[in-house]
């Protein structure tokens, strides 16, 4: 991994914990030896739908009151390194923070939410441009009211506007039917994410996480005592891996499912995503079966497998 987005989930006590402790420590940096590339921070709640909270514990969430964009201020402080905001948009005012969010250059995503198809259609009409993690924390499809999946093929989606979305390929989350629908119905707005929690690489038993304790089993991460899923465990080779076996899509497809696609939904596919001229030169090198040997980043290589030879 060469770059990548924080993610702060709604895990911190109050508001006070994002504005003094949480965000104030990230900052937008380079990568390089002392490794990845920051790009900005993700703000997956508080704003989001109590039925579809997923592992965010319940007492931190929020609702936006009479300030709407004066609220989500309040609560985060500093917009300055945000990139992505995930919120509900059945919530009331959740329009005037997308808008405002917008004007802002932040991208804004649907997720953690139980809106039907008018009401995402209707917050992607106010800017809103990608899905949090697709089929996950969201209404299931229904024929009659498809709720946010029903993004991927409407006919309502602003002209010149495209729709991303995010997909847990881990082989635990989504399942690979699910996978394959997603990406025929869909296919340029597929972005492959890992949903990965600071759970990663640490060894099976229970974990602390922030005020949250999670429990690493077999693969997957519940929330400790239970067998809801808090987020995944898997690195991005493992998601692209699987996402090819689901799909048989070629290799050039998944590689820009990881990488072009998320440049693309962040306006930075100039810098970004691909190796075009004038472009940083930030790519992995991988082997036959798609794992990870090396890692470059504005051309100097930073990380190399002992054993492997170029």
Same mark, same amino acid.
């Given at each position: 991994?060469?770059?990548?987005?924080?993610?702060?989930?709604?895990?911190?006590?109050?508001?006070?914990?994002?504005?003094?402790?949480?965000?104030?420590?990230?900052?937008?940096?380079?990568?390089?030896?002392?490794?990845?590339?920051?790009?900005?921070?993700?703000?997956?709640?508080?704003?989001?739908?109590?039925?579809?909270?997923?592992?965010?514990?319940?007492?931190?969430?929020?609702?936006? #009151?009479?300030?709407?964009?004066?609220?989500?201020?309040?609560?985060?402080?500093?917009?300055?390194?945000?990139?992505?905001?995930?919120?509900?948009?059945?919530?009331?005012?959740?329009?005037?923070?997308?808008? #405002?969010?917008?004007?802002?250059?932040?991208?804004?995503?649907?997720?953690?939410?139980?809106?039907?198809?008018?009401?995402?259609?209707?917050?992607?009409?106010?800017?809103?441009?990608?899905?949090?993690?697709?089929?996950?924390?969201?209404?299931?499809?229904?024929?009659?009211?498809?709720?946010?999946?029903?993004?991927?093929?409407?006919?309502?989606?602003?002209?010149?506007?495209?729709?991303?979305?995010?997909?847990?390929?881990?082989?635990?989350?989504?399942?690979?039917?699910?996978?394959?629908?997603?990406?025929?119905?869909?296919?340029?707005?597929?972005?492959?994410?890992?949903?990965?929690?600071?759970?990663?690489?640490?060894?099976?038993?229970?974990?602390?996480?922030?005020?949250?304790?999670?429990?690493?089993?077999?693969?997957?991460?519940?929330?400790?005592?239970?067998?809801?899923?808090?987020?995944?465990?898997?690195?991005?080779?493992?998601?692209?891996?699987?996402?090819?076996?689901?799909?048989?899509?070629?290799?050039?497809?998944?590689?820009?499912?990881?990488?072009?696609?998320?440049?693309?939904?962040?306006?930075?596919?100039?810098?970004?995503?691909?190796?075009?001229?004038?472009?940083?030169?930030?790519?992995?090198?991988?082997?036959?079966?798609?794992?990870?040997?090396?890692?470059?980043?504005?051309?100097?290589?930073?990380?190399?497998?002992?054993?492997?030879?170029?």
């Amino acid at each position: 991994m060469s770059n990548w987005i924080v993610k702060a989930a709604s895990w911190h006590r109050a508001s006070l914990m994002y504005k003094s402790t949480v965000l104030p420590q990230i900052r937008v940096q380079n990568g390089g030896p002392h490794g990845a590339g920051v790009l900005g921070i993700h703000l997956e709640g508080p704003f989001i739908s109590k039925e579809k909270k997923g592992a965010h514990p319940e007492n931190y969430l929020r609702t936006f #009151e009479s300030g709407a964009f004066q609220d989500l201020l309040a609560m985060y402080g500093s917009l300055d390194c945000v990139r992505i905001v995930t919120l509900a948009p059945e919530m009331k005012r959740s329009s005037e923070v997308i808008r #405002e969010l917008t004007k802002r250059g932040i991208c804004v995503s649907l997720g953690h939410s139980v809106a039907n198809l008018s009401q995402a259609e209707e917050a992607v009409g106010q800017g809103a441009t990608f899905i949090t993690h697709l089929f996950n924390a969201m209404l299931p499809f229904h024929h009659r009211d498809p709720g946010i999946v029903g993004l991927l093929t409407s006919d309502k989606i602003p002209p010149g506007q495209q729709v991303f979305y995010g997909m847990i390929s881990d082989g635990i989350h989504t399942n690979p039917a699910a996978l394959r629908i997603a990406h025929r119905a869909h296919p340029q707005g597929l972005i492959l994410v890992t949903d990965a929690i600071p759970a990663m690489g640490l060894p099976p038993g229970r974990h602390t996480l922030g005020q949250l304790v999670v429990e690493v089993e077999g693969g997957n991460t519940y929330i400790a005592g239970t067998k809801t899923l808090s987020g995944s465990i898997s690195t991005m080779d493992t998601c692209i891996r699987h996402f090819m076996d689901a799909t048989a899509c070629s290799l050039e497809i998944a590689l820009e499912a990881a990488s072009l696609h998320p440049a693309q939904l962040l306006n930075i596919e100039d810098q970004k995503g691909t190796l075009d001229y004038d472009t940083d030169a930030d790519f992995v090198l991988l082997d036959e079966r798609l794992h990870v040997r090396a890692t470059y980043i504005a051309g100097e290589e930073v990380w190399r497998q002992s054993n492997f030879i170029i």
